[in-house]
């Protein structure tokens, strides 16, 4: 099969074009030919190796977290998914293998695709949306009248945490700059901050939570 493959830490140049053998299946994995698949800070940030102390990987490694497909091959013990099942995957590290034709991902990690979502929407979303919804609900415990403010809400992440919080019935501020004011209140924000013109940390207003999807302040 046809893959981006890295054999080293480095820039984009490591990234080389390639044949490599079509990845073989665990008993509760299943093979999805792959549509669309998305790119996030964290595939940069492996590539570089900003994180190698966290996540190590063996060369040559096919990176790639986000995907989403139809299913071609399921393993021994699956059964909630059947061959030709559109899909959408995080395939978590130290697997990655989301840059390449196929990819093998325990179903843990697979859910069917909402209908109403193209395969390249739907490979935008597990890591962004799984990040926002694991630090609010699983963490923050978000609930109906929290008052909550996400800092970077217009970004990949920020987008869905203003949608998460919005529909636990939070109240919302988004900062943003001011291109995407319109954007982040259609989101469900109900105030929106441009921080170029206003210090979020220096004004008045108190919040349950401050979910900070920039790491800036």
């Known amino acids: 099969m046809n893959a981006f493959v890295i054999n080293q830490y480095g820039s984009p140049a490591v990234i080389k074009a390639t044949k490599i053998s079509t990845p073989l299946l665990g008993p509760k994995e299943v093979l999805i030919h792959v549509v669309a698949a998305g790119l996030n800070p964290l595939d940069y940030k492996i590539r570089r190796g900003d994180l190698k102390n ?3 990987l063996s060369f040559p490694k096919v990176i790639g977290t986000d995907v989403a497909g139809t299913v071609v091959g399921i393993g021994s013990q699956v059964t909630d998914l059947q061959p030709n099942d559109e899909v959408y ?3 978590p590290a130290p697997n990655f293998g989301g840059f390449a034709e196929y990819v093998a991902v325990d179903t843990k990690h697979v859910a069917k695709k ?14 962004a949306g799984l990040t926002a919804w694991q630090a609010l609900r699983k963490k923050a415990n978000i609930s ?3 008052r909550v403010l996400v800092n970077g809400a217009s970004g990949g992440v920020g987008t869905f945490a203003v949608q998460v919080a ?14 995407n004011i319109q954007l982040v209140k259609e989101l ?12 979020f940390t220096r004004m008045h207003q108190q919040y349950d ?4 999807a920039v790491g800036n302040r």
């Open 188 to 199: 469900g924000a109900t105030d929106v901050i441009d921080y170029k013109l206003q210090d």
């Open 144 to 146: 109906s009248g929290s």
């Open 166 to 179: 919005k529909v636990a019935g939070a109240y919302v501020t988004g900062v943003c700059s001011a291109q």
């Open 89 to 91: 995957a995080m395939s």
């Open 54 to 56: 966290m996540i190590r």
């Open 114 to 127: 909402p209908t109403n979502l193209s395969f390249k929407e739907a490979a935008a979303f597990p890591a």
């Open 209 to 212: 939570v401050i979910f900070d």
